[in-house]
């Protein structure tokens, strides 16, 4: 006689843990609105939730120039100069789609509930990367790295601007984790939804398609086509010609953001009358770098598949056609590997946590003493673009083999 298996129940301390967290985010979501009603921020945000209120309250095109123009007016009080921010909606339509609910509320507590789910996003970013670069820390050392993640500069920039990035980079390291844990489908739907910042993935995607291809990693790609079919069927039934607009608001942007690359921004700060030169060539050295790895994990080795991946991250930041600060909370990953390695060379935590903090008080004192005045008092040097990626790439090229062999063979 077989009796049937009892159902499956919720562990009761997962939702005393889901109910607590709710209600901590609920908390800190009340305190920052307060915070926004005297000081309304996240400038990045902001252009995005005008544009999709717009849409969901009133239907109308979230890319249309008088969209831009009433965005200038809350946000500026005035129509901005050609060479000004036109706070106009830079990304595709379907980013909608990730604050709909927060269309239906007034902006201050649109932000406060934005900063506080990027917050929690960073947090967990922070811990996932953690895990994916395999390092086992104390409790005590969590609770640093995870604070050391929320405050550290490209982070702690990110929920000051209410930046996408965040969930970008969350997005991918998911799609790693789906990847390599055998969660295929999750992790190549979670993927489609990075794209909302292509300039952040237009090296990742193809790079996590092919090795999913070679691999015969079927479901990845499935769930991959499955997400951006979803999001692109979605977003075309609501508005038609978006796509259309969106390349128009592209070539805008790009005409009033007045610097290139972090590579070109690099190379003219520290190499004046050199960098005509030294940016392509550069470019091409690290490019050719990359595919290199890129085919040796494609091909006979894919257990190269991490050191190819902690490659591309910086070369992708450092190379991109526009980037910023805040974009590199994608390079968590290899700062946790560079972290873990660093723990393991000194048996210790002490040198790490020096690392983690000192590394974060540099990139602040650098932005403090470094502030662009002649386009406003919060602009952020252009150079700084390209600052950490460049610091990765060195401390990857300086420790090649100690690094390589700890990523591929999982041993400190």
Do not use: C
Not at 46 to 59: D, I, M, Q, S
Request: hydrophobic share 55%; charged share 15%.
């Amino acid at each position: 006689m077989h009796l049937n298996p009892k159902p499956k129940t919720l562990n009761p301390k997962l939702i005393l843990l889901a109910v607590l967290l709710l209600a901590v985010m609920a908390g800190e979501s009340i305190a920052l609105h307060r915070y926004a009603l005297v000081a309304p921020g996240t400038a990045d945000f902001f252009a995005r939730w005008y544009g999709g209120k717009e849409l969901v309250l009133h239907g109308r095109n979230p890319y249309a120039r008088e969209i831009d123009l009433e965005a200038q007016m809350a946000m500026f009080g005035r129509h901005t100069r050609p060479d000004e921010d036109q706070v106009n909606f830079a990304y595709p339509l379907y980013t909608v789609f990730l604050f709909f609910p927060l269309a239906y509320v007034p902006y201050p507590w649109a932000q406060a509930v934005w900063m506080t789910v990027l917050q929690f996003a960073l947090i967990a970013l922070t811990v996932l990367t953690l895990r994916l670069a395999r390092w086992k820390v104390s409790p005590p050392m969590l609770a640093a790295t995870v604070l050391w993640g929320v405050f550290f500069y490209p982070g702690a920039r990110a929920i000051m601007l209410g930046q996408f990035s965040i969930l970008v980079a969350l997005a991918v390291m998911l799609a790693v984790w789906g990847l390599t844990t055998r969660r295929e489908w999750l992790g190549g739907a979670v993927l489609a939804i990075a794209t909302i910042k292509p300039q952040m993935v237009f090296l990742l995607i193809p790079f996590l398609l092919l090795w999913a291809w070679r691999q015969k990693r079927w479901r990845f790609i499935g769930g991959f086509s499955v997400g951006m079919a979803a999001l692109l069927a979605g977003s075309l039934l609501w508005v038609p010609d978006w796509i259309f607009r969106f390349v128009e608001n592209i070539r805008a942007y790009s005409g009033y953001v007045g610097f290139g690359s972090p590579l070109e921004n690099m190379t003219a700060r520290f190499a004046p009358g050199f960098d005509h030169w030294l940016n392509p060539a550069i470019t091409v050295i690290l490019s050719a770098l990359m595919l290199w790895l890129w085919w040796r994990a494609l091909t006979h080795h894919p257990e190269e598949f991490w050191w190819a991946l902690v490659w591309t991250l910086p070369i992708g930041n450092l190379i991109a056609f526009r980037s910023a600060t805040t974009n590199h909370v994608m390079l968590y990953l290899p700062l946790m590997f560079v972290f873990r390695r660093l723990s393991g060379l000194n048996r210790g935590t002490a040198w790490t946590l020096a690392a983690q903090w000192g590394l974060t008080i540099a990139l602040w004192v650098i932005f403090l003493t470094t502030i662009d005045t002649s386009r406003g008092s919060n602009f952020e040097a252009v150079f700084m673009h390209g600052l950490l990626p460049t610091v990765l790439i060195g401390v990857f090229l300086l420790d090649w083999r100690g690094l390589r062999h700890m990523i591929i063979f999982q041993s400190d």
